[in-house]
């Protein structure tokens, strides 16, 4: 699923990473607001879906290697994660949707979990 489907189905804002929509593939998500979570738990190449808006949003999803970041609950990120997705060329949206129905609407339409195994 391309990066513009998925801001349709969100009835997302592009807040970085315009030139990216039609370009960058997902198949799977991650959804937390404890980056400890993402760092554990994510697989590579997942977009990462959260309320968290400082920086190690950003830092987070560089590290992992995911491939964006949907803010959810209508969250504007701070300005310094912004700038600092624009510099590492990672792709920001934002919907107003909350998490429990970004996540459904992602999965309803296709959209896989992202996730290492749980002992």
Known sequence: MKLSE???ILDADVIVGEEMLNTVDVETAFASDLLS??????????LFITGLTNPQVVR???????IGVVFVR???????TVELAKR???PLLRTKCIMFETC???YGAG???????VD
């Open 74 to 80: 209508g969250k504007v990120p701070q300005m310094d």
């Open 88 to 90: 590492k060329n990672i």
């Open 104 to 106: 459904g609407r992602l």
């Open 111 to 117: 959209m896989k979990a992202s996730i290492e195994k």
């Open 37 to 46: 979570d993402v760092l554990a738990y994510a697989k590579e190449r997942a």
């Open 6 to 8: 998925i801001k349709k």
């Open 60 to 66: 987070t999803v560089e590290v992992l290697d995911l």
